[in-house]
């Protein structure tokens, strides 16, 4: 019998059991994680490795992007926003440029902590009588 790793099991279970919007914290902190994976690897001088980081935070950039709601007026501002987080990981990667890095792991926290305040102003569902999330 094989016995997964435990914490493989526990982040398993938190994002089959996490809301919608707890999954978009998670998802900036999957990109912050790369970012700074991409980031050492630079350093390091692991092209390769910060290929492959740079390339995943991408595609959580991407993810990001095709999740977003458009029944709300800031969706098109959050995809322009994405899409310039887009462009810079791409110049960061063909570049390998440690200070476009630094932009992007800004902007990615800065969004992160907006999210966080936002969710934190939200309404507590059980409150409302109301299991429906507005977003």
């Known amino acids: 019998m094989i016995v997964a790793n435990p914490y493989d099991l526990y982040r398993q279970n938190a994002v089959l059991n996490a ?10 902190d999957g990109a912050l994680k790369f970012i700074r994976q991409a980031d050492q690897a630079l350093t390091k001088k692991d092209i390769p490795g910060a290929h492959q980081a740079l390339v995943r935070t991408q595609d959580i950039v991407t993810h990001l992007r095709a999740a977003l709601n458009e029944d709300y007026e800031i969706t098109r501002s959050l995809d ?8 810079l990981l791409v110049q960061a990667n063909v570049k390998k440029d440690r200070d476009v890095l630094a932009i992007v792991a800004r902007l990615m926290r800065e969004l992160r902590e907006a999210w966080v305040q936002a969710l934190k102003a939200k309404p507590d569902e059980a409150s409302q009588g109301s299991g429906r999330s507005a977003g």
Not at 23 to 28: A, D, Q
């Open 80 to 87: 322009a926003l994405y899409a310039y987080i887009y462009n």
């Open 19 to 28: 809301k919608p919007e707890q999954l978009v914290v998670m998802l900036y």
